[in-house]
């Protein structure tokens, strides 16, 4: 089994939108992450990073939300070319797991033609009708495909093992958005890497107990951090944020990997 890390670029953005209350105006880009794991049973995409219509067609794409997180990607950096710099062409997919479907982790839905698509129900109803202070996050045109969706039910299949060996759990870990999921895999030689994506986009919000400045339910953020920080110092787990620029520059990139 190897493990690649991915960049679809990055957001231009500001720290107050990542550290709840700290840092107005000061500049904050982040890395948009994606990952692959070849597995022996499959080949699994955790999240697909931003549309390709981001790279020459932003301001029609996204619309307003560019003035909080304003996206550069390259084609290259595209989900879709990106993976066949190691090997893996699109038809090669069978899961695309999908943290949640905000604009920068849903912008490969429908490219991977064998896949299916691994959502929470919770996630996708609140995708379709956002509460107003998140509907700029959410591009429909991006996700209403008619593509072979999976559903999971959010805590009655918490840890749900995808391919019934124990090396890739879906946890439930709400917050950030009410169906937000992440994932835990258990590498033979590198150990146990749990992927937060949006439930914890830094260090700090791990770490020093600072909220994201965009969420959903404080209430059940912190719930969901309890569970990284107690994977991460009881277990010994690796825990990967979902948009730190400092983490982000310690991990192997690929086509290094993990194994
Ligand atoms: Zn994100």
């Not at 917050?175 to 439930?199: C, E, K, R, W, Y």
Request: glycine share 8%.
């Amino acid at each position: 089994m190897r493990l690649y890390m991915f960049e679809a670029g990055v957001l231009k953005s500001q720290k107050q939108y990542f550290t709840l209350n700290q840092g107005y105006g000061d500049t904050f880009d982040v890395p948009v992450p994606f990952f692959l794991i070849d597995h022996p049973k499959g080949k699994v995409l955790f999240d697909t990073g931003n549309a390709l219509e981001v790279v020459n067609n932003k301001e029609e794409h996204w619309g307003g939300v560019l003035a909080a997180y304003d996206p550069v990607m390259t084609e290259e950096q595209w989900c879709v070319n990106a993976i066949k710099k190691v090997g893996v062409e699109p038809e090669d997919i069978s899961y695309v797991i999908l943290s949640h479907l905000h604009l920068d982790h849903a912008g490969g839905v429908g490219h991977f033609p064998n896949a299916r698509y691994v959502v929470q129900r919770d996630e996708m109803h609140f995708a379709y009708v956002p509460d107003s202070y998140m509907k700029g996050a959410y591009i429909r045109k991006d996700f209403d495909k008619d593509v072979d969706w999976m559903i999971l039910e959010g805590w009655e299949q918490d840890r749900f093992d995808l391919f019934g060996d124990g090396s890739i759990e879906i946890w439930f870990t709400p917050g950030h958005t009410p169906g937000h999921q992440s994932i835990l895999v258990n590498l033979p030689n590198s150990g146990p890497m749990f992927f937060a994506a949006d439930a914890c986009y830094t260090k700090s919000n791990l770490e020093d107990g600072v909220l994201p400045g965009l969420m959903w339910s404080a209430g059940e953020t912190v719930k969901s951090v309890e569970r990284m920080r107690y994977l991460q110092e009881a277990r010994g787990v690796k825990v990967v944020t979902g948009h730190d620029p400092e983490s982000w520059k310690s991990v192997k990139q690929a086509p290094e990997y993990y194994d």
